[in-house]
T-cell receptor, first 116, second 116 residues
């Protein structure tokens, strides 16, 4: 069974600085998706970024980028120029590439605080 | 706004009771997923429906059931409620077929269930 591990329960960053959140996963599959979701105090789950395992290029979305290391099964999220609105829980998630079937498997999350 | 709607937003009920949570997926999405988020268990996958048919089951209790209707909205039924069922219940939807990019799951705002 696949597992997702986020080893940092809490992180803190100064406003305008850069922070990296770690995620490792375990799978025997070669084709899959990886995601980062953000959950602010409103509890809404918001997609931040996605990565497809067959793509070697790291995904980027504005200030958010990932470092995808397939061999190491590592998928970290880098937030540049941190803003107060980035404060939230961040969840790393894995999904098999399984056609129409494929639930997300989540890590336990990292709580990010942003200091003004 | 993800385009996924869930009702009600909050639900307070007593042990032993039965409740129904409702989800309307994004327009065009065929897959609906239900997840439970609790303090001790984190985010857990419950069940998936695809175009009206059950497609995958996760850690869903026998007291819980779900269905997806012809108009693609879905309902999650929770019966014989226990204190431990108190949680945030999310519905997510995805296209469920076709291009890889469309397999991203978008989450509704969730239903907060409190069992007293």
């Amino acid at each position: 069974a696949q597992t997702v591990t986020q080893s940092q329960p809490e992180m803190s960053v100064q406003e305008a600085e850069t922070v990296t959140l770690s995620c490792t996963y375990d799978t025997s599959e070669s084709d899959y998706y990886l995601f980062w979701y953000k959950q602010p105090p409103s509890r809404q789950m918001i997609l931040v970024i996605r990565q497809e395992a067959y793509k070697q290029q790291n995904a980027t979305e504005n200030r958010f980028s990932v470092n995808f290391q397939k061999a190491a099964k590592s998928f970290s999220l880098k937030i540049s120029d941190s803003q107060l609105g980035d404060a939230a829980m961040y969840f790393c998630a894995y999904r098999n590439y399984g056609g129409s079937q494929g639930n997300l498997i989540f890590g336990k999350g990292t709580k990010l605080s942003v200091k003004p | 706004d993800s385009g996924v709607t869930q009702t009600p937003k909050h639900l307070i009920t007593a042990t032993g009771q039965r409740v129904t949570l409702r989800c309307s997926p994004r327009s065009g999405d065929l897959s609906v997923y239900w997840y439970q988020q609790s303090l001790d268990q984190g985010l857990q996958f419950l069940i998936q429906y695809y175009n009206g048919e059950e497609r995958a089951k996760g850690n869903i209790l026998e007291r819980f059931s779900a269905q997806q209707f012809p108009d693609l909205h879905s309902e999650l039924n929770l019966s014989s409620l226990e204190l431990g069922d108190s949680a945030l219940y999310f519905c997510a939807s995805s296209v469920g077929r076709g291009a890889r990019r469309r397999e991203t799951q978008y989450f509704g705002p969730g239903t907060r269930l409190l069992v007293l």
